[in-house]
């Protein structure tokens, strides 16, 4: 397992706060990464969740990530230096975290959510429309606890073998995009698609290694600079 030498230091110097200051802040926009395994990561893999993190804080976003766990899978995850808040639950389908979600907006409050699910449905064999369904009644769940979230909709990573499915899947996550996106609740669509190579970015054909963290936390950043300010 890897260690962080001097963590405090290092964030002293990027102009960023350490993770003990910020865990439980009631400040800052508060942002909530949710999905499945590729959103919570596990005891050897941070998940995009920290790069995004480290990103937003160095570039001068006040925020917060919220969530009902802090937990990875198997164990704590590589660096704690960033704020573990998020709502990933490895091995999940859409209709699980659906079943949760009213609960988890309630308490978690969120201003913002990341969305990227659906892939242990696809690969699963359950239809798009079954699926994509789930995904609509989860924003529109969602939008009754807050009326003004801004959603990010992720177009998914592809897997290996499963490159073709996920590409016809996210021919439907675009359409649902289009179709939720409002004035008040906009909706934004995220290719984590494009650039994503299964080879060199996952660890086991499905799961993203440091490479693909970092490749989704670019595209998570590039999306949530057109919907949040940096604190003056």
Same mark, same amino acid.
């Given at each position: 397992?890897?260690?962080? !030498?001097?963590?405090?230091?290092?964030?002293?110097?990027? $102009?960023?706060?350490?993770?003990?200051?910020? @865990?439980?802040?009631?400040?800052?926009?508060?942002?909530?990464?949710? *999905? @499945?395994?590729?959103?919570?990561?596990?005891?050897?893999?941070?998940?995009?969740?920290?790069?995004?993190?480290?990103?937003?804080?160095?570039? #001068?976003?006040?925020?917060?990530?919220? *969530?009902? %766990?802090?937990?990875?899978? &198997?164990?704590? =995850?590589?660096?704690?230096?960033?704020?573990?808040?998020?709502?990933?639950?490895?091995?999940?389908?859409? @209709?699980?975290? &659906?079943?949760?979600?009213?609960?988890?907006?309630? /308490?978690? +409050?969120?201003?913002?959510?990341?969305?990227?699910?659906? %892939?242990?449905?696809?690969?699963?064999?359950?239809?798009?429309?079954?699926?994509?369904?789930?995904?609509?009644? &989860?924003?529109?769940?969602?939008?009754?606890?807050?009326?003004?979230?801004?959603?990010?909709?992720?177009?998914?990573?592809?897997?290996? $073998? #499963?490159?073709? &499915?996920?590409?016809?899947? +996210?021919?439907?996550?675009?359409?649902?995009?289009?179709?939720?996106?409002? +004035? %008040?609740? =906009?909706?934004?669509?995220?290719?984590?698609?494009? $650039?994503?190579?299964?080879?060199?970015?996952?660890?086991? *054909?499905?799961? =993203?290694?440091?490479? #693909?963290?970092?490749?989704?936390?670019?595209?998570?950043?590039?999306?949530? /600079? %057109?919907? !949040?300010?940096?604190? =003056?």
């Amino acid at each position: 397992m890897k260690k962080l !030498i001097g963590s405090t230091a290092l964030f002293l110097l990027l $102009g960023c706060t350490p993770v003990s200051q910020v @865990d439980g802040a009631q400040s800052g926009i508060r942002i909530m990464p949710l *999905g @499945d395994s590729i959103t919570q990561g596990d005891r050897n893999h941070n998940s995009y969740r920290r790069s995004l993190w480290l990103k937003l804080r160095q570039a #001068g976003y006040d925020i917060n990530f919220v *969530g009902s %766990t802090r937990s990875h899978y &198997l164990g704590n =995850p590589p660096n704690s230096d960033f704020d573990l808040d998020h709502e990933g639950h490895w091995g999940w389908q859409a @209709d699980e975290v &659906l079943a949760q979600i009213d609960g988890w907006t309630e /308490q978690a +409050n969120p201003d913002i959510v990341l969305i990227h699910l659906g %892939t242990n449905d696809i690969l699963r064999g359950q239809s798009f429309e079954s699926t994509i369904a789930e995904l609509r009644s &989860l924003i529109q769940t969602m939008r009754k606890r807050n009326p003004n979230l801004k959603i990010l909709l992720a177009q998914l990573i592809p897997s290996q $073998g #499963g490159e073709t &499915l996920t590409q016809q899947f +996210n021919q439907q996550i675009f359409v649902l995009a289009r179709s939720l996106n409002s +004035n %008040t609740s =906009p909706v934004i669509l995220v290719d984590q698609f494009s $650039g994503f190579n299964v080879s060199q970015d996952t660890y086991d *054909g499905l799961h =993203p290694n440091e490479s #693909g963290e970092q490749k989704m936390a670019s595209r998570w950043f590039q999306a949530l /600079q %057109t919907v !949040i300010s940096k604190k =003056p």
